[in-house]
């Protein structure tokens, strides 16, 4: 088995060691982007410069330097600066951007030896929750070609599922790397707020909400990357007692297959010994989860509502309609919309203080066809365009953590996720619980 394909701490030490190159894995990279992408469209830009950058981990390593990601190549999502690189937020209106500098997380992931081997598609402005964009067309999920991987950061898991790449960084400002992961079989982090430093980068529709995020195979290489990313130090596994919501109190229905998969991950839980309780949520009776979006509409609006007016062609008709949506926006309404948020975030914080942590599935629904941008239905009953997130984006107004981990699959084969949030500046606990729990739920069927 190559070393893109086991865990990250294996292959770095062989680099560090100096038994493996640095040079030759990103080689390795290089060809299986060449050789799968086609087939998922995941990789919307190549660093042409990669290889030199594996020669200088190789120089550095050789000069004494201990490099905690010593020659592991990464993608990076298309909305996050990378120096001399086209980053183009999936958008038409920036297909000619060059990004002037590199995104602190990405200065720290070079720092520790990381190779940019290029760039992942993602949706325009990482605003749509499936995987297509006029700009880069659909990529698709390597579990089934047919399905989405989710969006916005459909690349990023796409490639790390398509075995290009051993690691990735997305963003997630409303459940864009806890989401795909799930639809890909992954490992997704939303640290705390702040945590990873979000720019220097574009500015962003709803600001104090989106965050940089790793994408991995595995629970240990999340924390590798976080220890890097967020500066974490490794946690004892805390108190293993989680409170659980199938519907995470929103009364969002569940497709039958993901509703049968969280009862037999807590049936599992329960038999290894871990004391589970009901979460005890109170969402105030006029939260709904879409109550929010006129901030991203507004947002959109204000930023590109004048480009969209003379060329509305460019832009992909649903972030058109986003568009279109916020400039007829009040103020009146915008303000409901943070008092909304506000309101999430005080009942999702005080539920945190009460159960330190709660777990939901990650999403109501599996994978849906690639060229749909949300699931017709979702439980059987007819879905709105935002219904198969709505279990995520109040963590991101909340600014507290969450993880994806794989939990099964549906009767379909497509993976499913479960979700585990804790309390903002838990981050390490948080992993150290997703650790402590990915084998175990390996074991659901």
């Not at 490099?67 to 600066?81: C, E, T």
């Not at 075995?163 to 795909?180: H, Y």
Request: hydrophobic content about 45%.
């Amino acid at each position: 088995m190559s070393l893109l394909d086991g865990p990250l701490s294996p292959l770095v030490a062989e680099v560090q060691s100096g038994a493996a190159s640095a040079v030759a894995l990103t080689r390795e990279a290089l060809d299986r982007a060449e050789a799968r992408n086609p087939a998922i469209n995941a990789v919307c830009g190549i660093n042409p410069a990669a290889l030199d950058e594996a020669k200088s981990v190789e120089v550095r390593i050789k000069a004494g330097e201990a490099l905690p990601l010593a020659g592991v190549p990464v993608l990076i999502k298309d909305n996050i600066w990378v120096k001399g690189l086209r980053i183009a937020q999936g958008s038409n209106l920036f297909a000619d951007h060059i990004a002037p500098e590199d995104a602190e997380a990405v200065t720290r992931l070079r720092k520790a030896g990381a190779v940019v081997i290029g760039i992942a598609t993602c949706t325009e402005f990482a605003c749509k929750g499936a995987g297509s964009s006029q700009l880069h067309g659909i990529t698709r999920n390597p579990i089934d070609t047919a399905l989405t991987p989710g969006g916005s950061s459909c690349g990023s898991v796409a490639a790390v599922a398509a075995g290009i790449v051993p690691m990735a960084l997305g963003t997630d400002a409303g459940g864009s790397t806890r989401r795909p992961p799930a639809h890909t079989g992954l490992c997704g982090m939303k640290p705390t707020q702040d945590l990873i430093p979000y720019g220097p980068g574009f500015d962003e529709p709803v600001w104090g909400i989106s965050v940089i995020c790793p994408v991995a195979r595995r629970m240990e290489d999340i924390a590798l990357a976080m220890s890097v990313l967020g500066g974490l130090s490794p946690a004892k596994t805390p108190t293993q007692a989680i409170a659980i919501s199938a519907d995470f109190g929103t009364g969002q229905p569940l497709d039958p297959d993901v509703a049968a998969n969280f009862d037999a991950v807590v049936t599992t839980l329960k038999a290894t010994g871990i004391k589970i309780t009901d979460a005890d949520i109170h969402w105030p009776g006029d939260i709904r989860g879409h109550d929010i979006q006129p901030l991203q509409y507004a947002g959109l609006a204000d930023l590109y509502g004048t480009e969209w007016k003379a060329r509305p062609e460019i832009f992909d008709p649903p972030l058109g309609d986003q568009i279109a949506k916020g400039l007829a926006l009040s103020g009146v309404e915008v303000a409901a919309a943070h008092q909304v948020s506000h309101k999430m975030r005080d009942t999702l914080c005080a539920a945190l203080d009460r159960h330190g942590f709660i777990a939901t599935p990650t999403t109501p629904c599996a994978a849906w066809p690639a060229a749909q941008n949300a699931p017709t239905k979702i439980g059987g009953k007819p879905a709105a365009a935002r219904d198969h997130a709505a279990f995520t984006p109040q963590i991101n107004h909340a600014g507290v953590p969450a993880l994806s981990i794989p939990c099964g699959k549906d009767s379909r084969g497509r993976p499913l996720g479960l979700q585990l949030i804790a309390q903002a500046g838990a981050d390490a606990a948080l992993i150290a619980l997703g650790q402590s729990l990915e084998p175990i739920l390996q074991k659901v069927a």
